[in-house]
């Protein structure tokens, strides 16, 4: 079923155009919300980095340092001196080598016999057992889906086959790249959106996207992490030359804020079924030409979601598919509110009242009826 775009006509008794007020909503009391505990911050000891820096590591350990970030790893992992570890990768050695360092002469290190499971790493991983670094490595012969032996008991960390990529930089990578996309097309949508400012009479307003933090290397520290990435973005704007740009919720107007929704829905479309978009006072301090460019673009959005607009021009409301009219009234001395949906005379005649007034004539009725059949042919 296609969306449509109802417009909702504002009459009152005292003024034309009078807010509503929504009748007050029964209390709810809400639960409590769990609140989890704050992670740990990552921290990088000198004792890590330590061992990381130590001058018997060999030049090609140190060579692969730079894609595999050893110290935030064993700091992630929390590896410390004594205790005993099961590391079941598939490689050379170079994890192994690393966490036989960080766990000590006092703790143990259960690692893959990668000589029976991997015929080319094996000699490299075989040759590496033999050096000093490598004194309480305990060598596990087993099939890669077999359990651990019954020595390999109380263990403190148990990795698994690139656990640290899993776990962690496979994690910052993504979201560092997350990121630059972000920055990438928050400009592109600031571009877009100036120009949908433009189009609704607001050319002078400055609109950017806030990104905080703006420290990529807030990715080192777990506790910064969420689904949503590695930092938070806010819409700010400037209504006016020479101001400063503010958060766009705490300085916008109702109208500009509708607008600059209107601006934003056009240039991030979506298809998402069910949607209801609401614009109120869309048409605040504009009229003519730019009243009928809005209605145009709300009559765009209709197409994809439903779209209620509460409006006084008969610019944007001769574009809608249906019409509702509010009305207030005095009923045994309390104001009541309704709402009334109109058939097609109804549509004319109120469009007609938008057009001249209180007073419809003939010719306002003519021009609202030449505004709606217009808009059916479109």
């Known amino acids: 079923m296609r969306a449509t775009l109802t417009a909702i006509l504002i009459l ?34 000198p004792a890590i980095q330590a061992i990381v820096d130590a001058p018997d590591r060999s030049a090609d350990d140190r060579a692969l340092d730079a894609g595999r970030h050893p110290a935030e790893t064993l700091a992630f992992l929390g590896i410390a001196p004594g205790m005993r570890v ?17 766990v000590g002469p006092q703790g143990v290190v259960y690692a893959q016999n990668n000589a029976r499971v991997n015929g080319f790493v094996g000699p490299v991983w075989g040759a590496r057992l033999q050096t000093p670094a490598m004194r309480n490595v305990v060598r596990v012969d ?11 008991t109380n263990l403190d960390v148990v990795l698994m086959n690139l656990v640290y990529h899993d776990t962690y930089w496979m994690k910052v990578d993504r979201a560092k790249a997350l990121s630059k996309r972000r920055r990438s097309v928050a400009r592109e949508l600031v571009k877009r959106v100036q120009a949908e400012l433009g189009e609704l ?8 996207v806030l990104f905080t933090p703006a420290d990529p290397e807030a990715a080192l520290d777990p506790s910064a992490w969420t689904e ?59 009229g003519g030409g730019v009243a009928e460019v809005v209605g145009r673009k709300l009559k765009t959005l209709a197409e994809r979601q439903q779209v209620l607009c509460v409006t006084h ?12 009219a509010v009305r207030k009234q005095l009923a045994r001395g309390r104001t009541q509110t309704g709402v009334d949906a109109l058939s097609e005379p109804d549509r004319v005649e109120e469009v007609a009242r938008m057009l001249g007034g209180e007073t419809v004539t003939a010719t306002a009725r003519l021009h609202a009826r030449e505004m709606l059949k217009q808009n059916r042919r479109q």
Not at 17 to 30: D, F
């Open 12 to 45: 009152a008794l005292a003024a034309c155009g009078a807010k509503t007020e929504a009748p007050p909503a029964s209390p709810v009391t809400a639960p409590e919300p769990a609140v989890a505990p704050e992670p740990a911050p990552l921290v990088v000891t």
């Open 86 to 102: 099961a590391e079941l990768f598939v490689g050379g050695g170079y994890t192994s080598e690393l966490l036989a360092r960080a």
């Open 142 to 152: 087993r099939e890669l889906d077999a359990p651990l032996p019954p020595e390999a």
């Open 201 to 208: 009479a607001m050319e002078k307003t400055r609109f950017e």
């Open 228 to 286: 949503q990435g590695l930092e938070r973005a806010e819409f700010l704007l400037s209504p006016n030359p020479g101001e400063e740009l503010r958060p766009l919720a705490r300085i916008a107007s109702g109208g500009e804020l509708s607008r600059i929704m209107l601006a934003l829905k056009s240039v991030v479309r979506s298809d998402a079924a069910g949607l209801t978009l609401v614009f109120d006072e869309v048409d605040a301090g504009i």
């Open 313 to 324: 021009l008969p610019q944007i409301a001769a574009l809608a598919d249906h019409h509702l």
